[in-house]
Every structure is written in C-alpha cells, then in structure tokens.
C-alpha cells in the first residue's frame, strides 16, 4: 500500500514558476513508477510527466516538454515536478500517482493516487 500526498499547487502569472511535491507513505517507494497528471475543467485527465524507479527514466507530455521537469529522491520518497514557464493552459488540478506494477514509462495505469493539488495560471 501506498498513500501519496501532494503540495505546491497555487495561483500563479503566465511566465511564472511553481514547485509541486508529492510525499508517499511505505516502504515500496523506490519500487514505484511515479507519475504527475492533471485534468481540467471538462477535459480528460492527463499525463504530464512520469519517472522510472530508479530516475534514469522519464517521459513528458509534448506539451510540458523543455518547461516541466519531474525528479525523485527516494531517500526522502518523494517526487517532484518543477514547472517553469507557466502557461494559462496548465491550469488544471495535479495528481500525483504511484505504480507498483511494472509497465511502460507512459502508462496511464496507476495503482495509487493523491487528493490533487489545485494549479492556476493567470494571463
């Protein structure tokens, strides 16, 4: 079992940056494929940006590609998403989600997921 919680989300101006977190519970941390989506208003939930086990592997979004960076630190299990150049179309609520199971790096499949975290955009 693992509980992931997410922070950082807020309200931010086009250009801006934001820093969101993601704390997971458990001892399996380092076993699990971490993911961050998000989904908008009316739209279908999205997969932003994913990190293998070991960090060696990561995928992005072609949209977030060059703004968005994704990072763990297992010592701490954690996982991070650096969000440079903020664009209103980021606007969105933020999950964060574990994979225990091993599958491709760009799976949408995840066996656990965080309450969300609100990110908003201004023009």
């Known amino acids: 079992q693992v509980h992931v919680v997410e922070s950082g989300g807020g309200l931010v101006q086009a250009g801006g940056s934001l820093r969101l977190s993601c704390a997971a519970s458990?001892?399996?941390?380092?076993?699990?494929?971490m993911g961050w989506f998000r989904q908008a208003p009316g739209k279908e939930r999205e997969l932003v940006a994913s990190?293998?086990?070991?960090?060696?592997?990561?995928y992005y979004v072609d949209s977030v590609k060059g703004r968005f960076t994704i990072s763990r630190e297992n010592a701490k299990n954690s996982v991070y998403l650096q969000m440079n150049s903020l664009k209103p179309e980021d606007t969105a609520v933020y999950y964060c989600?574990?994979?225990?199971?091993?599958?491709?790096?760009?799976?949408?499949?995840?066996?656990?997921w965080g309450q969300g975290t609100q990110v908003t955009v201004s023009s």
């Open positions: 458990g001892r399996t941390f380092s076993n699990c494929r």
């Open positions: 990190i293998s086990r070991s960090g060696v592997f990561t």
């Open positions: 989600a574990a994979d225990l199971t091993v599958r491709k790096i760009d799976s949408y499949d995840y066996d656990y």
